[in-house]
DNA sequence: ACCTGAACACCGTTCAAGT
DNA sequence: ACCTGAACACCGTTCAAGT
């Protein structure tokens, strides 16, 4: 309970006549979790997706905790395997511009991961590996010390938060669009009442509603990271 | 279930004899989540800690999630609060440095925030409220349209990003000291492991174990945000 | 070694029935 | 109008017992 340990401290176990593996487990997972989100998985889902009993699974993983960080290091591995075929980069100002850029296409396919880093520390080896890229790049470009891990941070930091809003974004757009009149309705009094006290963000919010999210998201991402970049270049030794 | 409707969306009910308020329910919630965390929070403990049955909570609320949004903008209003009784500030980075400053401390006191903030979006009037100044800062240093909600959007995003990973960093400093050579025992295979594979990445690893993580994060937090602000700046029209 | 079945101690939510 | 008590349909996890 109050020693909550890392799925990467224990190994796997040894084997004879397994009918499953973490891969599946970690497979179908990450199914439910695309499919119908962080609520609708239970271990019992998982177990009725492999054709197992619930208690099968907890030979495998020792909690549900784990089998999260599992999952959540399954999906980090995507990214780098989008860096693996890709072809050299110029400066170092463009290489961390495609790892930014494969992390967002990741979590934007895998909404789920965010709560989850919110939640616990990530210390996966794809995490890791992630994170030694970053580096790489940082400290071929000049930096050191104190400054590579923050530079590092801030970049993820923005990666991370550029999605959520996102996201937010879109479910709002999504509960809109989908019951239309209906919710219009019942939002009604409320949007009068955010134009009666924040007329500047209400109109903020009407001029977003006529815009193409996929793009303005994009495009607010590169500016945010460009301003990075901009400091951190201006910032190096 | 699929129309997931804000608390926001609906009044608060006319009354008579009530012995409960939201504001009560609200202020246990956030106790529970502050003391024990998201995963100790349960509608039977908050009723109990109002000695009352759980049933009569749905009273007041309809669901645990509405619940959730409303303790979410109750802490979001600490931070306007903070504003409030502060002095005038000369320019527009120091105004921007100030809300950003002013929610990091309350993310830190409030580590749950974090996970509902990346779970679904927030329109409570304190959310908008605290948007809209920033908004303010941002038009008046003279930036428009898109670009100011991508300015906000990147300051925020840093802000959170920046509080997440020091989460990570603490939980996983206090697992290493409390239970000392236990860990160590259990981490040394791996650690090792890590050196291997990444020795950039371990070499930072050891590095930060040697540093007050109080005074590091604080200047990581502030390292991004002037990298952001200096971007920013050349971006001004 | 691996899996089933049943159980334990919890959940959120509903709803009759009381006051 | 407000609250209780009991119930429903779920959880994660454990563990004897089977193979």
New binding site residues.
């Given amino acids: 309970m109050s020693t909550r340990e890392s799925v990467w401290l224990r190994g796997e176990?040894?084997?004879?006549?397994?009918?499953?593996t973490r891969e599946q487990i970690v497979g179908v997972t990450i199914g439910i979790l695309d499919a119908e989100g962080r609520e609708?998985?239970?271990?019992?889902?998982v177990?009725s997706g492999l054709?197992?009993?619930?208690?099968?699974?907890?030979?495998?993983v020792?909690?549900?905790?784990h089998?999260m960080e599992l999952a959540l290091d399954a999906v980090l591995g995507e990214v780098l395997e989008g860096l693996q075929g890709a072809p050299g980069v110029p400066d170092w100002r463009s290489a961390l511009s495609r790892i930014a850029g494969g992390s967002r296409a990741m979590f934007l396919r895998h909404p789920w991961v965010l709560a989850d880093l919110a939640t616990q520390p990530n210390l996966g080896p794809n995490a890791l590996a992630l994170a030694d890229a970053g580096l790489e790049i940082l400290a071929d470009a000049g930096f050191a010390d104190e400054d590579l891990d923050a530079a590092l941070a801030a970049i993820n930091d923005h990666v991370a938060g550029a999605v959520v809003a996102e996201n937010a974004w879109r479910s709002v757009a999504a509960r809109m669009g989908a019951d239309g009149d209906d919710w219009t309705e019942q939002a009604g009094d409320y949007l009068k009442e955010i134009e009666e006290r924040h007329p500047r963000l209400a109109a903020r919010m009407a001029a977003s509603g006529k815009i193409d999210i996929d793009q303005e998201c994009a495009r607010r991402f590169e500016f945010g990271l460009a301003c990075l970049l901009d400091g951190l270049e201006s910032r190096l030794p």
């Fill in positions: 176990r040894p084997h004879r006549d397994r009918r499953l609708a998985l239970s271990m019992r889902r177990a054709g197992v009993s619930p208690g099968a699974l907890y030979w495998y020792t909690t549900k905790d089998l």
